[in-house]
């Protein structure tokens, strides 16, 4: 004998679990979509410079977005208070959410203390377009980036993020590199928000930043 199990009843819309849902939206829409997010944007500006902001803080309002998201439906409402946590949590679960897989690598710069670069041999903004030659360096990632920056600065790690193209020998697209770097202060104070309680948290920025070097060098030179 097959038992119905009672449906659970709620009072307020408000008080239902958050599902997952489907997770695959289709591609030629998104692809449209963002086309047409892009050819907007290219009618309300001047230059690249211009275009690239307006994409970047497109971008930004979903990284927001997506990080409440997450860490509401994901991880019981606690966000990441490391540096080594908050890469890890872009490059991992956050590209998974929106890409549907991890990011090709994560590195620590090698020119600068406090950077560090996401790369994409094919990020999925950029798989479609096609740049026309007056158009210079344009580079979608700009979207990419803002989107980063957005869970970054809403997570507390402000930092300045940025999309760049970087040759590949061998193949004829090159890859996208998302640029991140952090304050180059020793030391901050992290305002880190509970229900009912507001936490002051003062931490070394440089022993973070050195945890994050050592477990790099420990997966090599990528993740």
Excluded at 29 to 50: G, K, M, P, R, W
Excluded at 107 to 133: A, C
Excluded at 177 to 186: G, P, S, V
């Amino acid at each position: 004998m097959i038992g119905v199990g009672k449906v659970k009843q709620y009072s307020n819309v408000l008080d239902k679990p958050l599902s997952k849902g489907k997770q695959e939206v289709s591609l030629s829409a998104f692809a449209f979509l963002f086309s047409e997010l892009v050819q907007y944007n290219q009618t309300q500006v001047d230059n690249i410079a211009e275009l690239e902001r307006r994409l970047e803080d497109a971008g930004y309002a979903v990284g927001a977005r997506v990080l409440e998201l997450l860490c509401h439906r994901d991880k019981g409402n606690r966000r990441e208070t490391r540096l080594l946590g908050i890469l890890s949590f872009v490059h991992s679960t956050v590209w998974k959410v929106l890409f549907g897989k991890v990011a090709d690598s994560l590195e620590k710069g090698t020119e600068h203390e406090d950077e560090y670069m996401i790369s994409e041999k094919e990020l999925l903004v950029n798989r479609f377009i096609s740049i026309p030659k007056d158009m210079g360096t344009f580079n979608c990632g700009a979207f990419v980036a803002g989107i980063v920056r957005g869970v970054l600065d809403s997570a507390g790690f402000p930092a300045v993020v940025t999309a760049h193209f970087v040759p590949m020998e061998g193949q004829q697209r090159p890859r996208t590199t998302i640029l991140i770097k952090f304050a180059e202060e020793r030391s901050k104070v992290r305002l880190i928000y509970v229900p009912g309680l507001i936490a002051c948290n003062v931490y070394d920025a440089q022993q973070e930043h050195d945890e994050c070097v050592n477990a790099l060098q420990q997966h090599g030179e990528g993740w």
